[in-house]
């Protein structure tokens, strides 16, 4: 009995110390984003790092998929809009900023000798209609193609930029984040996936796309073409402290951040 | 302390244990009106038929069909059932009729920390061994119809084994010395007598083992590989409703989510029936 009403004192005393946090919000600089779920993970690392330099700031940061950022960037409920897509034309009465740029990779076991791969190609292996490594000089085995879910950013830049309208068929096997579709890829010689440029590492290796090898390179000189950027979108000029969380993205800390994380940043110091 | 106080504290006890034992029942009944009333909408808007019988899911392009996924979700349900359910009665038989005290004493913890160990643990070992097995020795990519049912007959060997174990050792004694005593053999007593009077009770232990598997995620997410489409072979990869409720959820907005809520509903009917027929058959038996 005692230890049940220690117990419930612990959790009102947490209850309580919890509060005064979140009432004091009211007299900081607050920050509504909110958008792409691609961009979400790094835009929260980049508010932790910001909040702790400027503690008078709240930054909060939300998901819902770049469409509904956009969105609630129109309607201004909230200041910056996160998007891992281009505006479409109706949509670019909004100011954008690019914050950082990634690539996608096609990624194949190391011991796989296939190094280059077509577009063309590739849509056909995701579509279905190629099923065989025979057809690309290597051995007469299935193809384990591994895509990602429904819904991911991931994904939608890869229908987008890879499969041009074509649909990935329904036999294709899914995984649902980079981690997993490595892992596949790592373990199985015959698999075949996509993952941010940033998840590559000895385990997998990324084959070229029309000859051109997916580093930050090619991408900053626009050869390799499979690159999606990470927009942020304002609705009119920032106001101040908007304005003061963009600077500290874009600024030397912020774009260090970024390239740790594996992204390819827009400016370098 | 007066006796007045006593009485009026043995009340409150009572109350209080009262509001906790009926706050299970207000849980589930809130799964319930949250699942229907997330999901059910779809169900509206996109017709039931194109629902449970669409073969096309894409919930961002508006096909919202879970029919492959419900095919999925069965034949990785009747795959571990084949694998575990032999195996599981077998372990049951054993241990009833065949086990001295110490095979019981070694047998019965360790069946008791198998049925413990965390799903992710199985999914993990599956990953690593049987996915690789299966792609050298077998064929296909490993992630596949056979590997979820391996690892899925294994995760439902405790369940099986321990209803079974309880049928056969409420088969009375007089049954077993009766056949003994006509003569027949230990194994003729076993399979002719004692065995198909527990006969309800391991019907309901391979249900309830259904049950199991058909709820069954994290394992079947991380070997079943996924695909959209109902597997051609045992070799192919599938997906089932709960493995598509946790690939997408994290991802989903709008019709989207409703369209995994819908999932959930079909996963919870079917749940429902199962638990129902695991009742039926084992009230049936208490009434004999």
Excluded at chain 2, 85 to 101: D, H, I, N, S
């Amino acid at each position: 009995m005692r230890a049940l009403l220690m117990l419930a004192g612990l959790c009102l005393c947490a209850a309580a110390c919890g509060s005064p946090g979140s009432q004091g919000a009211s007299g900081k600089h607050v920050v509504d984003i909110a958008g792409s779920t691609s961009v979400m993970p790094f835009t929260e690392k980049l508010a932790e790092h910001f909040m702790l330099e400027q503690p008078t700031f709240v930054i909060n940061v939300q998901s819902g998929g770049s469409t509904a950022g956009i969105q609630a960037c129109i309607n201004k409920t909230v200041e910056i809009g996160m998007s891992s897509r281009e505006l479409k034309p109706d949509e670019e009465k909004l100011d954008e900023i690019t914050i950082c740029l990634d690539g996608i990779a096609m990624v194949v076991h190391p011991e796989n000798p296939v190094a280059n791969l077509t577009l063309c190609q590739i849509q056909d292996i995701f579509s279905g209609t190629l099923k065989n490594w025979k057809d690309l000089g290597w051995v007469d085995r299935q193809i384990d193609a591994v895509t990602r879910e429904e819904g991911s950013g991931t994904r939608g830049a890869f229908e987008e930029l890879v499969m041009g309208g074509r649909e990935i068929d329904d036999g294709i096997m899914v995984q649902d984040s980079n981690g997993s579709v490595k892992e596949v890829v790592a373990t199985d010689p015959y698999a075949i996936g996509y993952v941010s440029l940033g998840m590559i590492d000895k385990r997998v290796s990324a084959v070229t796309i029309d000859g051109v090898r997916p580093v930050a390179e090619a991408i900053k000189n626009k050869q390799y073409k499979i690159v999606r950027p990470f927009l942020y979108l304002t609705n009119g000029t920032p106001g101040g402290d908007t304005r003061a969380f963009i600077d500290y993205v874009l600024s030397k800390d912020g774009q260090m951040l970024l390239k740790k994380e594996g992204l390819i940043p827009v400016y370098e110091f | 302390m007066s006796s007045k106080t006593a009485v009026l504290k043995e009340r409150i006890i009572k109350q209080v244990l009262t509001v906790f034992a009926f706050s299970s029942i207000l849980f589930l009944f809130l799964i319930f009106a949250f699942i229907l009333v997330e999901g059910l909408p779809l169900f509206y808007k996109a017709g039931v038929n194109s629902i449970i019988f669409g073969m096309k899911w894409a919930p961002t392009k508006g096909f919202f069909g879970i029919f492959p996924m419900i095919v999925s979700s069965f034949l990785v349900t009747f795959g571990a059932l084949i694998i575990g359910a032999p195996l599981g009665l077998g372990c049951a038989v054993y241990l009833a009729e065949y086990a001295g005290k110490r095979q019981k004493m070694f047998l019965k913890p360790a069946l008791e920390l198998l049925a413990g160990i965390p799903s992710v643990v199985y999914g993990f070992l599956g990953v690593l061994y049987i996915v690789p097995f299966i792609r050298n020795f077998v064929g296909g990519s490993g992630f596949s119809l056979l590997a979820t049912s391996i690892v899925l007959g294994v995760m439902i060997l405790p369940t099986v084994i321990s209803i079974s174990y309880d049928a056969l050792m409420s088969v009375p004694r007089s049954y077993r010395e009766g056949a003994l005593a006509m003569g027949s053999t230990k194994w003729q007593t076993t399979w002719r007598v004692v065995i198909p009077s527990g006969k309800s009770g391991i019907l309901a232990s391979c249900i309830l083992g259904m049950g199991r598997a058909v709820g069954e995620t994290m394992a079947v997410i991380m070997v079943a590989g996924n695909a959209l489409k109902i597997p051609g072979s045992v070799l192919d990869p599938l997906r089932t409703l709960t493995s598509n409720i946790a690939l997408e959820l994290s991802y989903a907005s709008g019709d989207h989510r409703m369209g995994l809520f819908s999932t959930g509903v079909v996963l919870l009917s079917i749940i429902m029936v199962l638990n129902y027929f695991a009742n039926v058959v084992i009230r049936r038996k208490v009434i004999k």
